[in-house]
């Protein structure tokens, strides 16, 4: 299961910021790319994203393997795109300039191929951001940020058994796995869709049962320790705002602001090079 | 409907969404672009029917956010909010199902794959398309044979999995009130 993102310990001034402002910071990137389909902001933010990634230092051994689904998920996503919608990009700009034509109803156009290039560096827009948050943040840091930025303590809590257990779940679903394949369960992709399904379920059925288990356990153990008592709760692993943190904070707040105003100001969502 | 959120619930939200995302890898194709057959479907709506609407909703939020930022480095919101809608939806029965009490019977299997046909419907071919439209202004009849491909390999799997794992849960959670005083 290496091909999970996980956090590492190093010291970069990215590691040293606060987890609340990252998680800011994570929230504000996302909502702007999401927001937006300007294509001068969103290639702004590719570059803007890429530099921060470069800072954090992160290796390719921890990414590359996403990096590689990702990349997939991309092309194929844009494939079906077209194959399904060959003409979104004429709708959208409203002009049309043929390229080439391929076969049947489909021919190339500028505007597809633009309109299509303008979905792929929305999606690319995110991707380091996501990267260098996961990896520099550590996860129980970040259960104390959402609690400082005013979500209720139970759902920080939440989140955090979450990333604690994501590990131990998935360890104990490989040892399931082993242990019905040794028994001669077939996983791999020869067996029908029916079997498989049954196959699958003689995983999760022992996998779900203990797991329910586990949160009698361990709700147990919290309850014991009275948890839930107070309305507030103080955070071991919690830093305090330095001034580096509020530097960033401001400034990610003004990128926000400045793309959804250079994104909106003509009242269109897309930069159109068509017009 | 008033249910009341304690310690239990939040852990069952935080192992809940651990095992939703282990399970984000176990998938089985169904041939249309990023479509799969999800078991994880099926642990979401075991977990919504045990413990209810909240624990349904916050699984299905962030263990879906969780599981694609950690496999696919970003979160596709537009699928991850109706996630957090099928979770809701089909939880808000929790009570009639009564797994845990381990009286689910027939009746109560029709009633939970009724609920879990239409909670599917509104979160997979209306909120998820829409959504995909609004926030990635994607091709309308692409997003819609998405929506109505995983609305389908989301009914099955919870039709079998789902159903089987509430029989068998119920099963179990019945043993203590099963015995017999002996005479």
Aim: net charge positive; aromatic share 14%; hydrophobic share 50%.
């Amino acid at each position: 299961m290496a091909r999970i993102l996980t956090y590492e310990e190093r010291d970069t001034w990215i590691h040293r910021l606060s987890g609340v402002t990252k998680l800011i910071f994570f929230l504000l990137w996302m909502l702007a790319s999401m927001l937006s389909y300007d294509t001068r902001v969103l290639l702004t933010m590719v570059l803007g994203s890429l530099v921060i990634y470069k800072m954090s230092k992160i290796e390719w051994r921890q990414i590359g393997t996403v990096l590689k689904f990702i990349l997939f998920f991309l092309v194929i996503n844009l494939l079906a795109i077209f194959a399904f919608s060959p003409y979104e990009g004429v709708n959208i700009y409203g002009s049309r300039t043929d390229i080439v034509h391929l076969f049947g109803n489909y021919w190339l156009t500028k505007e597809q191929l633009f309109y299509e290039f303008n979905v792929l560096i929305k999606y690319v827009t995110i991707v380091p951001a996501v990267f260098t948050f996961i990896i520099t943040t550590n996860p129980s840091e970040f259960a104390a940020s959402l609690n400082r930025i005013g979500i209720s303590y139970n759902v920080g809590y939440s989140v955090a058994i979450a990333l604690r257990y994501i590990p131990d779940v998935q360890d104990d679903f490989l040892k399931i796995k082993h242990a019905q394949e040794a028994r001669g369960i077939e996983m791999s992709g020869k067996a029908s869709l029916l079997s498989r399904i049954k196959n699958t379920a003689s995983i999760i059925f022992p996998l779900i049962f203990t797991s329910m288990d586990r949160i009698d356990v361990v709700g147990n153990a919290m309850e014991l320790r009275g948890f839930g008592k107070h309305k507030k709760r103080t955070w071991y692993a919690g830093k305090t705002l330095k001034k580096a943190d509020y530097i960033v904070i401001t400034v990610s707040v003004i990128i926000t602001v400045a793309a959804l105003i250079i994104t909106f100001h003509d009242g269109n969502r897309f930069y159109n090079p068509f017009a | 409907m008033k249910t009341k959120f304690g310690v239990k619930e939040v852990v069952a939200i935080g192992i809940g969404a651990a095992l939703f995302v282990a399970l984000t890898q176990v998938q089985i194709p169904l041939g249309i672009p990023n479509t799969y057959l999800q078991p994880r479907a099926a642990l979401l709506a075991f977990l919504a029917a045990v413990f209810g609407p909240v624990v349904g909703a916050a699984v299905g939020l962030i263990g879906h956010a969780l599981g694609d930022i950690f496999f696919y480095g970003s979160a596709w919101w537009s699928w991850v909010f109706p996630e957090a809608i099928f979770g809701f939806i089909l939880g808000v029965f929790a009570k009639k199902y009564s797994i845990k009490e381990g009286g689910f019977g027939k009746k109560e299997i029709i009633h939970f794959n009724v609920v879990q046909i239409i909670a599917n419907a509104a979160a997979w071919i209306l909120a998820a398309p829409v959504l995909d439209i609004l926030i990635y202004k994607e091709p309308v009849n692409k997003v819609f044979l998405q929506g109505v491909a995983a609305w389908l390999g989301n009914v099955i799997i919870i039709a079998i999995l789902g159903t089987l794992l509430a029989v068998g849960y119920s099963k179990v959670g019945a043993k203590s009130s099963s015995l017999t005083k002996e005479d």
